[in-house]
């Protein structure tokens, strides 16, 4: 027979490990410059993520060695109603200018509202090694008219212990008709020189090219390298796709469930000249690699949700 004195000690040396963890972990809601809500989340190694409620979008992601993953421009603007370029804009109910909406949808020029009672997220389960926030878009009264849609959309953002940056969505139709959208986070990855990338995981594929009216050609190469300006929809991707970046060591790895398309972009020279809130340069510092449902949209009847998630690590090689 165990002595119950000796399992105490362990008990209470357990319960204390737990209340470590949850005090080296933080969720802070701040406000940026505008006076807009932004939720800082930091694990207990000291990565950390900056998420704003302007547009639910990802500013900031950060290593424990305070290493920035993700793009923002320097000439960004950060005053609603205009986008922020960089971080991870989310693009719903459409993206680019595939419809009638305004480009990229609505949602990621809204201001997000953080959700006090969020439904469970089925098979990923909460625990003290990962920090997280909850965030809902409901449409207003103004968005009802361009787009007659009533639905709610929740997005779990997730710091993992390893410093894994996770986004869960939910999207539930709440209306009497069945409704369509398109879906993307468009991710800008922070990167050493344009040239010395390579992505690898959309070999075969077949994209459809936006600077060639969306016309469907198939990958040839081994692996995608950047001479130009490329702005493509790969369709029905595998669910893991790599990002090496040789001049800096490091290898970006999006894992996604329920988004089977890939965006990549960048502007190159000549388009990055054309943009206000872009730097003549900058096209050098940063890839867009989004998980996307964009070629066949998502359809919802009354009550039904739609999950997508994604998942971005880094692993540095030297």
Known sequence: MVSYSLIQPFKVSLIQRRADLRAATAVEVTKDRNGVDQVVLRNRRGASARVSLYGGQVLSWRTDQGEELLFTSS???????????????????????????????????????????????????????????????????????????????????????????????????????????????????????????????????????????????????????????????????????????????????????GLPDVVVWNPWEKKSKSMVDFGDEEYKQMLCVDGAAIEKQITLKPGEEWTGRLELSVVHSG
């Open 75 to 257: 000439k960004a603007i950060f005053k609603p109603p205009n986008p922020v370029r960089g971080g991870i804009p989310i693009c719903f109910p459409q993206f680019g200018n595939c419809g009638s909406l305004e480009q990229h949808g609505f949602a990621r020029k809204k201001i997000w509202a953080i959700d006090q009672n969020p439904p469970p997220f089925l098979q990923h389960n909460d625990s003290n090694d990962k920090v997280y926030t909850d965030l809902l878009l409901k449409p207003s009264e103004e968005d009802l008219k361009i787009w007659p849609h009533s639905f709610e959309f929740r997005l779990r953002v997730c710091l993992t212990v390893e410093g894994n940056l996770t986004m869960i969505s939910r999207i539930r139709n709440i209306n009497c008709k069945p409704f369509s959208f398109s879906i993307a986070f468009h991710t800008y990855f922070s990167i050493s020189d344009i040239s010395e990338v390579r992505v690898e995981g959309l070999e075969t594929l077949d994209y459809l090219d936006n600077l060639f009216q969306r016309e469907r050609f198939t990958e040839q190469g081994d692996a995608l390298t950047f001479e130009s300006e490329v702005d493509r929809v790969y369709l029905s991707s595998s669910d893991v796709i790599a990002v090496f970046d040789h001049e800096q060591k490091r290898t970006f790895t999006i894992r996604k469930e």
